[in-house]
């Protein structure tokens, strides 16, 4: 079966190109892929090359499929899995498989598997580690989320906390507590807000910060103070740009405690710096974005760690819980995943998007694999609808959904826009 996917080649060198896949064998399952969601671990992955921990050094020869954030159909079971799975079942991918301790994952370092591709063959240590998950939701877009979404899951999941004189940790935010989602605007931090104001363990007073009055205020249209008030949370937005002294001012705002949880979604040093002071006792701190520099520090108070004590952290990446907590979320209309999608395209467009991936503006850029469509803005759509009547259409299917992508306007681009 032939296929049509981006693959890496070497530094900045992707491409488009068409080609055949091997006969699956046994314990193989071919799949259709539906939708991608581009990440920017995937952009660090091709400006560093071979460099990269997940990258094969054989990428010139044996060139490796993109994306890992992914969605699809099966089309072919092999002999190994027939009793688990069958042609027609809708699944989602865990992508960091950690299989025997090898660093090898979708999207990164395998030819033949990955989401940037019409169709993929998923290799059999995927199901060993019950990672591909059958998925039930109308939307494969949300399946597609799924992942980025048991990132979050996973960090909210990964904080800890302690008791005096004892050696234990209590894992998770702290329920009623104070979180402060620092450069919390974007893509992710959308995701987490949402998760924070409708996940078991709520923290009573939530506050998110930016240094962009236009990622401040779309965050606050689709998650209003007054609907989180009903919830008994106080949501806070705060532009920290102009402040002379950001923490004392986020401080404030806890009435002088500190916080108990701080996610920081920006690898920017005065932020991290910023999310240290912040802490109150016992407070856990999340270093939540991964940076590209392999150097990158910070300062950070240890008279508090000592005494406080406070708690720094990183976590990346979510495990297969995780995902199947973001479906179960996403299924039962508890979270929307779509708050995190600012731009929408085809398989053509997959390549330039990665490469200028930190200068294109706005939230997650959201692909389809069968589809051949230029990346563009939601907030476009209307525009563009004035001289295209499919535009116009999709326009009206998103105003419908409060400007977010849906699983109407899947179906509506699928239908429309599918070469195959």
Not at 21 to 47: G, N
Not at 155 to 164: P, Q
Not at 203 to 220: G, H, Q, W, Y
Not at 223 to 242: M, Q, R, S, Y
Request: aromatic residues 10%; contains cysteine; hydrophobic residues 35%.
């Amino acid at each position: 079966m032939k296929t049509r996917a981006v693959r890496l080649y070497g530094v900045n060198d992707l491409r488009l190109e068409e080609f055949e896949l091997p006969e699956i064998k046994d314990d193989e399952i071919l799949a259709q892929v539906i939708s991608d969601s581009v990440c920017m671990s995937t952009y660090k992955a091709v400006i560093q090359g071979k460099k990269h921990k997940r990258v094969p050094d054989d990428i010139d020869v044996n060139p490796t499929i993109m994306g890992h954030e992914f969605a699809g159909i099966i089309v072919q079971v092999g002999a190994k899995w027939q009793d688990q799975f069958k042609p027609g079942d809708k699944f989602a991918i865990q992508p960091a498989l950690n299989y025997k301790g090898s660093p090898y994952a979708p999207g990164y370092s395998y030819r033949f598997f990955g989401g940037n591709t019409t169709y993929t063959i998923i290799p059999p240590e995927v199901m060993e580690l019950g990672y591909l998950l059958k998925y039930e939701g109308k939307g494969f877009y949300e399946a597609s989320l799924a992942e980025p979404m048991s990132c979050i899951i996973g960090g909210f999941h990964a904080n800890y906390h302690t008791e005096t004189g004892k050696y234990v940790h209590h894992m998770g935010i702290v329920e009623g507590g104070k979180t402060a989602i620092l450069a919390g605007a974007g893509p992710m931090g959308l995701g987490a807000i949402d998760y924070a104001l409708h996940c078991d363990r709520r923290p009573s007073l939530l506050v998110v910060t930016d240094i962009d009055d236009n990622r401040l205020k779309r965050a606050e249209q689709l998650f209003p103070p007054e609907e989180a008030k009903k919830d008994g949370i106080d949501l806070i937005f705060v532009n920290t740009k102009n402040l002379d002294d950001p923490a004392k001012y986020l401080i404030d705002l806890t009435g002088g405690t500190g916080y108990d949880d701080v996610f920081v979604y920006a690898p920017v040093r005065a932020l991290v710096e910023q999310g240290d002071k912040i802490l109150g006792k016992d407070g856990c701190m999340n270093f939540f974005a991964g940076p590209t520099d392999t150097e990158f520090k910070a300062e950070v108070n240890f008279y508090n760690i000592h005494y406080t004590p406070t708690h720094i952290m990183g976590s990346t990446g979510g495990n297969a819980d995780d995902m199947l907590e973001s479906l179960r979320m996403s299924a039962q209309g508890l979270i929307n995943p779509a708050v995190m999608v600012t731009h929408v395209g085809g398989l053509n467009c997959v390549a330039d998007t990665i490469l200028n991936l930190p200068n294109i503006p706005g939230g997650k850029k959201l692909t389809y694999s069968n589809v051949d469509m230029e990346l563009t803005a939601i907030e476009d759509f209307a525009e563009k609808g004035k001289t295209d009547p499919f535009f116009a259409e999709l326009a009206k299917i998103v105003e419908k959904h409060n400007g977010l992508w849906s699983a109407e306007a899947e179906a509506y681009l699928l239908e429309h826009k599918s070469i195959q």
